[in-house]
């Protein structure tokens, strides 16, 4: 054991630097940046009063004391901003209160706007040169966005804004607080001098954005992802959005894969693209070309007079071959140090000839489900972005070279066409193919592999702690548990299980008597991945989105954060944070693209893989998700994705195996989707064949929460853990009770269709999973404690206090007598609902205040602000108000906060609906 420090000051200061190394400056024109100094600066928007620190749904329920919007980092910072304008803003937000939404997934993607008036921009003009205009917008779970006004485009009222507010100043700088890519025709419409993509930076975005507005440091970040021109220039747009099935009919021509093949000019911003306050010279130092690998060293240098960093990117082209390959390829990436003004660094890059291979998944190559690498000219070129990289290096294969040999897995069932380059007049122009269906029985694969079963030997008094300390070996320990501890092992307990952490999604190992007696512990999920989502109330740190830290390009930066993010995570007794969030942004509108991380799977997997690294130093984990094809909020749960071999191989599964193979993954979440029509939850070749078979997979697997689960050819059903088992998915999540359950695992050991073997191999990966983790160590008495120093009183919150359980079972009043109501209060319980569903909330007090005062009074239900009301004074007399609801988990947290003091609270009762 020993002590650990966490410092609070540090943490804001790193994650303040990665907030700044992932803006992206689009443009910069007649000196509009940095902000000069001593001159009063017009800030306008309303969302420069409510920040938009992440998006909407599990990954953004960090609960904060304090964000720090752009307008708060600017003053703290030292800026003057102007006051008037301020007051104005204030004031009309007070008449217009901010739209939370009627609770999960229904945020609206932006505020009605103030009006700006044309005399009041006038005089505000009058002080002040430059003015700012703050775009804000979200989206988020089972929320996508829409290609409509207020969403991906600009409302009524931001356009007037615009149109008003460049009229009269000479400089306007448009920010964009959005968690990913909005129409960008504003620009040639309205002509800031500015533009920047500051995304959403967690709890101190604003002050990383006020350190690039003043100059402290200069813009480094690149786009992870294409700007079009319209939204239907996206290949992806004709096949997304659809309730039922998506085809993937694109292909691997995703984001810039297909614009720099087919349509560079429907580009209005390229992948990898970004601005600096100085410039940069790359070239050529040596090259070395060898049997299996390219290697270049290229010099940067920075030739402005503003001290910078630059990111150099690698791209690689292929032959078109047989098999059609996109014009380039991402292949590595290197962000420099902080240069000096006329200042060098060096950078050596090694490409691995096999990381350019394709995968044949046709036999048009002449090695059918094998990666590939065609006979002909490579080149490797070297830039800023993908548009503007020029050819440093080329060599020849000179015959078609098999690199590795796979199985066919995951292929579609249904037919349809995909994309693939045709070769006209010396152009590539779109043309489409057949998509190779699949050819195998996933049953007789699984069967022909099934494990040998450990002999039952019955409870021997080995523990968990027994294997840690090689007193005893890990199968000596599986082979006593009997039939009910295999079916127990297999359920994670949630939400909010008074087993682990209080307010987090889930426990799972020893979630039932049987287990904990045989020294299992519980591990302890927390949503992720900005952060540790505690409903309890528990105040916890918000990270920057997962595309404004793909943006940083910046893997050391990315590690050090992470850090930083574990030793919290251990502080609150959390074992795996579930993120990072690895989907392709394979279309703008997807609500969920704010978690993830790119249009590109060599950028999501190494980001991903630095994220995991940072928090393995600490002891902890990441859970990568959502594994795999979960590219769409709308009907998450049932949508299929129908997507060719070689895309999912190239594209959607990538970076997933490069999280395992570079960053040492060892605990994933499958997705809510099908994937050619069979559920994630229960994808043998997934979670088995691919995923531990071909990469070396060693690690535990999970379902997203209350996943739907199949068997090929029939129904969903929720409570087929056999199916989940037998795909070596190794615990659903969630279930009320770990140690009771309606689910088949029993029936199934009964009639033969789920073996004691494939259970036996289910708890193997849990419990070896669970022996090197801080559960463990808490277990054994051998848990280093965190120290969290220079946290501020308002931030501070210990996730260590028991939170007290109430029995509802219908109907529920808890006495509010001796509640504390004071302002900036919270009251904080849990639920043990024996009935499910819709519950009534009324909350009943009262205030001897005058009849004018205002006590808001906000109930929160797992996180989701449920209900908001405002109680004025009542002369004393109890007065009640009504908000409703859903209590989908046995253990359901309920906040209820006190925004003003004032309020005598009588009672909470809760009635089904």
Known sequence: MSKKILDWNKYIEKSA????????????????????????????????????KSGTGSGGLVNVSKVVGVTDGLIERGVKVNEELLDIYKKWDEENPFDIGAGWGQEPWSQIEMPVEDSVAARIAEKC???????????????????????????EGEEQM??????????????????GMIDMSFVNKYSPDAVLYIWQGGMVGGLGTAD????????????????????????????????????????????????????????????????SYTQFDITPVASEISADKAKLTVSVKNIGSTSGKEVVQLYASAPQGKLGKPSKVLCGYEKTRLLAPSEEQEITFEVNFSDLASYDDSGA???????????????????????????????????????????????????????????????????????????????SR????????????????????????????????????????????????????????????????????????KGIPCGCCSDGPSGMRLDCGTKAFSLPNGTLIASTFNKALVTELFGFMGREMSANKVDCLLGPGMNIHRHPLNGRNFEYFSEDPFLSGTIAAAELMGLHSEGVTGTIKHFCGNNQETNRHN???????????????????????????????????????????????????????????????????WANINERGKAVDK????????????????????????DNTLSSLENGTLTRAELQRNAANICSFLLGTHAMDRLCGTADEVEIINRPDENRSDSSEEVTFYKLDGTLVIDGTNIRTDRGTDFIFALDVSDLGLYRITVTGSSELSELAQIPVTVFSMGTPCGSFTFNGTGGLPVSFECSTNCFSRFTTIRVYFAQSGLKLHSIRFDKA
């Not at 615009?162 to 968690?179: A, Q, S, Y």
């Not at 994705?641 to 970076?655: D, M, N």
């Not at 409570?719 to 309606?742: H, I, K, L, P, T």
Request: with cysteine.
């Open 129 to 155: 040169s430059t003015a700012i205009a703050i775009i804000g917008r979200t989206a988020g779970e089972e929320q996508d966005n829409r290609n409509v006004k207020g969403a991906y485009l600009l409302s």
């Open 719 to 742: 409570s087929d853990f056999a199916a989940m088992a037998r795909a070596q998915n190794d615990v659903y999540m969630v279930c009320a009770d770990g140690g009771n359950n309606n």
């Open 365 to 443: 190559s002449g090695h059918r489900f094998c990666y590939v690498l065609e006979k002909g000219e490579y080149k490797i070129f070297c830039g800023t972005d993908v548009r503007s990289c020029e050819e440093y290096l080329s060599f020849d294969i000179p015959e078609t070279k098999a690199v590795k040999q796979a199985k066919q897995a995951m292929a579609p069932v249904l037919p349809f066409k995909r994309m693939k380059p045709v070769s006209e007049n010396g152009k590539l122009t779109i043309g489409f193919e057949d998509v190779p269906l699949s050819e195998i029985n996933e049953t």
């Open 446 to 517: 699984r069967i022909d592999s099934l494990p040998c079963e450990l002999p039952y030997t019955g409870d021997k008094g080995i523990k968990l702690a027994d294997v840690r300390s090689d007193k005893n070996g890990l199968s000596e320990f599986i082979a006593q548990l009997s039939d009910y501890d295999l079916s127990c092992i297999i359920r994670g307990e949630g939400m909010g299980s008074p087993r682990v952490t209080a307010g987090t999604a889930s426990a799972f190992g020893g979630v039932a008597d049987g287990l904990t007696d």
């Open 212 to 275: 690039i507005l003043t100059g402290k440091t200069a813009p480094s970040g690149k786009l992870p992802d294409t700007i079009a021109y319209s939204v239907s220039d996206y290949p992806s747009d004709k096949y997304f959005g659809d309730t039922e099935r998506n085809f993937y009919a694109e292909d691997i021509y995703v984001g810039y894969r297909y614009f720099e093949t087919f349509a560079p000019e429907k580009v209005m911003y390229p992948f990898g693209f970004g601005l």
């Open 162 to 179: 615009l149109e008003t507010v460049r009229k009269h100043f000479k400089k306007l700088v448009v920010l964009l607080n959005v968690g």
């Open 639 to 705: 949508i299929d994705s129908a997507v060719s071999e070689r895309a999912l191989r190239e594209i959607y599964l990538k970076g997933f195996e490069i999280a395992v193979r570079d960053g040492g993954a060892d605990s994933i979440m499958t997705s809510y989707n099908a994937v050619n029509g069979l559920w994630s939850a229960g994808n043998y070749d997934l979670c088995t064949t691919i995923l531990r078979d071909e990469w070396g997979f060693k690690g535990f697997v999970m379902t997203d929460w």
């Open 17 to 52: 630097e990665t907030v700044s190394e992932g803006i992206v400056m689009l443009r910069n024109e007649n000196n509009a940046l940095p902000l000069p100094r001593d001159e009063e600066i017009a800030v306008f928007g309303r969302i420069q009063l409510h920040y938009y």
